[in-house]
C-alpha cells in the first residue's frame, strides 16, 4: 500500500488519522524538529541537461531558469522550480510558534511531513475553547502548511476541531474575512511576523466563528432540507469525476475510468451514509447542538470526510482532509450550511 507519510509527532490523545510519535507536553522545538522529521533543509541545485553532439558525445549544458530542490539529509528530490521560488524551510513552520509556546501560552500538538518531505505542517492548540448547547466542546488551534511541490502556498489559519469526534474544520466566517486565513504565495519571502500580525492570532475570529456555530446550532432542519442539504453538497461534477481519464472515485477508493464506471454510486453511498450519521450514528449526533440543526448537517459532513470517506490509506485521507479534494468538500458544506441561516 502506497503511504504518503514520511514522519510526525503529536502531543496528547492520538490525533483522529491514529499516526505519528508520540510526545510529552512542553518539549522544546528542537525536539519537535527531530520527532517530527522536520530536522533537515531544503538545498537546491540549477539545473542541467546532457544532449547529444554531432560526434555522439553527451555534453552537460545548464538551464539557468529553474532549480532542482532536494532533501540535505537523504538527497532526495522535491520538485522542479524557477529560479525566483521562495522556499520555506522545515524548522521555519515550528519557529513560527517559537514565542506562541513560550509566552502565548500555545501549545504545539502535532507536525510532521507528507510525500516524502514535500508538505510540511504543524498544529497548535492557542487555548481557546467553547461549547455549544449540550457541552459539545470545540477547541480553537492555528495550522501552519507549506509545499514545495507547487501544490499549496505557505498557509496560516485557524482551525477548529470538535472534541466528541476530532472533526477539523478550516474557520471560514460567512462572508469574507482575511483574519482567518493567510496564504503567502513561494513568490514572495515568508515573513513570520508579517503572518501572525495579519492573521490576528487573537480572540476575534474565534469568537466569530463560534458564534456562527451556534446560529447553526439553533436552527432545526428537516429531513427534506437534510436531503437537500446533502445533495447540495455532494451533487458537485468537479468534486466528483476526477482527472484525468482515470483516477480514484471520491468516496470508494477504487480505481475509475469514465469509460466504465459511474461515479454517481460512490454518491448515492455517500448521501446514505452522511444521513445516517446525521440521524443518530455519528459521533455526537445526539447532542442537542446537533441533532436536527443545520450544525448536526455541517458535522456529519465533516465527521465523513476525515473518519468515513475511503482512501487509499490513513495518510492520503490526512492529506485530503487538510489540504486536497477533502477540504474543499468541508468548505463546500459550511458555505451551505450558511446558507440555511442566512
Known amino acids: 500500500m502506497t503511504h504518503l507519510l514520511e514522519q510526525m509527532a503529536y502531543v496528547g490523545a492520538t490525533p483522529w488519522h491514529g499516526l505519528g510519535n508520540a510526545l510529552s507536553p512542553n518539549q ?24 547529444t553532439n554531432d560526434r555522439g558525445q553527451s555534453i552537460i549544458m545548464p538551464y539557468n531558469d529553474q532549480r532542482v530542490l532536494y532533501r540535505s539529509d537523504t538527497h532526495a528530490p522535491l520538485s ?14 515550528l519557529e513560527f510558534y517559537r514565542d ?11 507536525a510532521g511531513v ?8 504543524a498544529l497548535a492548540r492557542t487555548g481557546q475553547s467553547k461549547a455549544l448547547r449540550g457541552n459539545d466542546v470545540s477547541n480553537g488551534y492555528v495550522l501552519l502548511a507549506t509545499a514545495c511541490d507547487g501544490t499549496l502556498a505557505t498557509t496560516a489559519q485557524f482551525t477548529a476541531i470538535r472534541v466528541v469526534c476530532n472533526n477539523t474544520l478550516a474557520i471560514a466566517l460567512n462572508g469574507a474575512n482575511s483574519a482567518s486565513v493567510v496564504k503567502v504565495p513561494h513568490s514572495t519571502k515568508f515573513d513570520a511576523e508579517s503572518v501572525k500580525h495579519q492573521l490576528g492570532i487573537s480572540v476575534k475570529a474565534w469568537d466569530e466563528h463560534m458564534y456562527e456555530m451556534r446560529q447553526l446550532s439553533l436552527r432545526k432542519v428537516t429531513q427534506h432540507e437534510a436531503t437537500a442539504y446533502f445533495d447540495a453538497v455532494l451533487n458537485n461534477t468537479e468534486l466528483l469525476l476526477p482527472e484525468p481519464m482515470d ?18 454510486q460512490g454518491q448515492g453511498k455517500a ?6 450519521m446525521f440521524n443518530g450514528q455519528g459521533r455526537g449526533a445526539e447532542l ?8 448536526g448537517l ?16 490513513t495518510d492520503h485521507r490526512l492529506d485530503s482532509a487538510w489540504f486536497g479534494a477533502g477540504a474543499s468538500i468541508k468548505q463546500r458544506s459550511l458555505d451551505h450550511a450558511f446558507q440555511l441561516i442566512a
Open 271 to 276: 448521501m446514505t451514509k452522511v444521513m445516517e
Open 298 to 313: 455541517l458535522c456529519a459532513m465533516t465527521e465523513f470526510v476525515d473518519h468515513e470517506r475511503r482512501a487509499i490509506s
Open 80 to 93: 522542479v522550480v524557477s529560479q525566483r521560488y521562495q522556499e520555506v524551510q522545515p524548522k521555519q513552520i
Open 28 to 51: 522544546p522545538i528542537e525536539i519537535w524538529a527531530e520527532q517530527a522529521g522536520m530536522d533537515w533543509k531544503i538545498e537546491s541545485s540549477n539545473v542541467s541537461y546532457m544532449p
Open 288 to 295: 442537542s447542538s446537533a441533532k436536527g440543526t443545520a450544525y
Open 247 to 264: 483516477g480514484i472515485i471520491p468516496f470508494t477508493g477504487k480505481p475509475f475510468s469514465k469509460a466504465t464506471d459511474n461515479p454517481s
Open 114 to 121: 507528507i510525500k516524502g518531505g514535500k508538505k510540511l505542517w
Open 100 to 110: 506562541l509556546t513560550e509566552q502565548s501560552g500555545f501549545e504545539l500538538e502535532t
